[in-house]
């Protein structure tokens, strides 16, 4: 027999303060964690079953959205790149329309995957952060390259969805209507056009344990991530109602569509051949290149949204640098305003910063680097110096700080 025990008891299972981790106290009696959790299971069955308009969700969608509306949106935190918004903009604006629809007939309307080609530091991560942020849905980044094929050393895929449950703090029916962001798609993709006839644990396998996630299916994740094993809880979700946004740089890429589009002609020229641009080969990608590149024909099939990012040339690095509401030089502008100091670039250094990050080839990344090489020494020596108000960087101030740090010999190289 339990020995009994004075003091504050749960009123609904009788658990005293010692057994229960919160015992939470009313007028005329307490009640447990315990309790509390398995009264809102029953809400969550009983009332919002049969009324789901009476629940409040964190996660809700904006109503009477257009496609222009979120092009806008994209518009003020990403410079340039209007093809792969509009694209974006539609995908996702049918594919919440879609969730919001009331089944009249047999028409069901599918899921519109995205997939993102271009170069690196061109914006495909921050478009569709960008984009989860005004949506006020979960959002979840993954990179590809750490799963492997089931049973090998390395992720399932199935904890991609672990991370979006961790976003959206376990709310399973939240999760079911967010956006999943998988980076370095491309390198999944297969050493060769033919199918592998030894283990590609890290390549094909992985594009295979992929395609019923991506279609949408029923999925058994471990909330925790990692590898699944017998004994572990696992949370069943439903990822018939989860975008999933692609994006890779495809390195080489280039080659395959020259190859299609035979831009070498051998011998006559046909009045027929079209003009492609040589030195921007990636505007005429299809679905027939990620295929020769190494993507499977299954997974190619389910990112029907293809499209592809311009490479920046400097006027758009200039106004990377200044134009988005969380450009670069506003971010410095606000580390040192917290120091009373006003500051300010002038027209050619500006101009400087966009040349030499088109030199080091590495995209937007390339602005950051750039900026703190320029930087660190005023940042290091302003605010131990008393009665400075302003400081403008010149061109020949930022040449000579890039000059001295290591980025010059990174350029040597």
């Not at 079953?49 to 994209?74: C, G, M």
């Not at 979840?140 to 449950?165: H, K, M, N, Q, W």
């Not at 758009?316 to 500051?343: F, V």
Request: glycine share 6%; charged share 30%; net charge negative.
């Amino acid at each position: 027999m339990r020995k009994e025990k004075n003091g504050p008891r749960c009123s609904f299972c009788g658990r005293d303060k010692s057994e229960a981790l919160i015992l939470i106290q009313g007028l005329e009696g307490h009640i447990c964690e315990v309790c509390v959790e398995q009264a809102e299971e029953l809400i969550q069955d009983e009332l919002y079953a049969e009324r789901p308009e009476l629940r409040k969700d964190e996660f809700s969608l904006q109503q009477n959205v257009t496609p222009k509306d979120i092009k806008i949106h994209l518009d003020s935190y990403v410079i340039g790149q209007d093809d792969a918004k509009k694209f974006l903009s539609v995908a996702v604006y049918n594919h919440y329309k879609r969730l919001r629809q009331s089944p009249k007939d047999d028409v069901e309307i599918e899921k519109s995957n995205v997939l993102f080609v271009g170069r690196t530091g061109t914006g495909k991560t921050l478009l569709a952060r960008t984009i989860a942020k005004y949506l006020n849905v979960p959002f979840a980044i993954v990179d590809a390259t750490v799963f492997t094929e089931a049973g090998y050393v390395g992720e399932d895929v199935e904890s991609i969805l672990s991370r979006l449950l961790q976003v959206c703090d376990y709310n399973i029916p939240a999760a079911e209507k967010g956006i999943v962001y998988i980076d370095e798609i491309d390198k999944i993709a297969r050493k060769g056009d033919n199918p592998s006839i030894t283990r590609d644990v890290s390549g094909e396998g992985v594009q295979q344990a992929m395609l019923k996630m991506l279609e949408g299916t029923e999925v058994n994740v471990p909330p925790q991530g990692g590898r699944k094993h017998p004994e572990q809880k696992m949370v069943k979700i439903d990822t018939r109602n989860v975008l999933f946004i692609c994006g890779g740089a495809f390195d080489g890429i280039e080659k395959v569509i020259a190859r299609r589009v035979n831009t070498q002609v051998i011998g006559y020229s046909s009045k027929d051949t079209e003009n492609y641009d040589r030195e921007n080969l990636l505007q005429y990608i299809n679905h027939q290149d990620l295929k020769n590149f190494g993507l499977i024909p299954e997974l190619v099939g389910r990112l029907p949204v293809l499209t592809y990012l311009e490479p920046l040339d400097k006027d758009t690095l200039r106004l990377i640098l200044t134009e988005p509401k969380n450009a670069l030089i506003k971010q410095y502008q606000r580390l040192l305003e917290l120091e009373g100091i006003k500051l300010s670039f002038s027209e050619d250094a500006l101009d400087y910063i966009a040349e030499k990050a088109i030199d080091f080839k590495l995209g937007a990344r390339g602005l950051r680097s750039i900026c703190e090489a320029i930087m660190t020494e005023a940042m290091y020596n302003l605010p131990s110096e008393k009665g400075v108000e302003s400081f403008e960087v010149t061109k020949s101030y930022a040449k000579q700080q890039v000059d001295r740090s290591k980025l010059a010999k990174l350029k040597a190289a």
